[in-house]
């Protein structure tokens, strides 16, 4: 079974910043694009952003200007920095690892902002 290993979540005000971090296996993470997904309660998984091999990066637009994805190769790591935190980013956050159209999921980390 694959794993990827998020960390990093929490609580946080709004305006506030909040770095998420996920390790996967070699094999996976130099053969994927990698990315993040979120979670509301009552709402569906959307992407966050992703980061493709050659480390071109997408965001969804409610995020842009906000959050940068960034990968460490060596580290077989992604990371999501998130600034300027607003009370609608709170949700469940997963690592993704989209891997030829099979994707592999974290176990999710929870982010919450509220004043």
């Known amino acids: 079974q694959v794993q990827l290993v998020e960390s990093g979540g929490g609580s946080v005000q709004p305006g506030g910043s909040l770095r998420l971090s996920c390790v996967a296996p070699?094999?996976?993470?130099?053969?994927?694009?990698m990315g993040w997904y979120r979670q509301a309660p009552g709402k569906q998984r959307e992407l966050v952003a992703n980061?493709?091999?050659?480390?071109?990066?997408k965001y969804a637009d409610s995020v842009k200007g906000r959050f940068l994805i960034s990968r460490t190769n060596s580290k077989h790591t992604i990371y999501l920095q998130m600034n300027n935190l607003k009370p609608e980013d709170t949700a469940v956050y997963y690592c993704?690892?989209?891997?030829?159209?099979?994707?592999?999921w974290g176990q999710g980390t929870q982010v919450s902002v509220s004043s």
């Open positions: 980061i493709g091999l050659g480390a071109s990066e």
């Open positions: 070699g094999n996976i993470f130099s053969t994927s694009t």
């Open positions: 993704s690892a989209n891997q030829w159209g099979t994707l592999y």
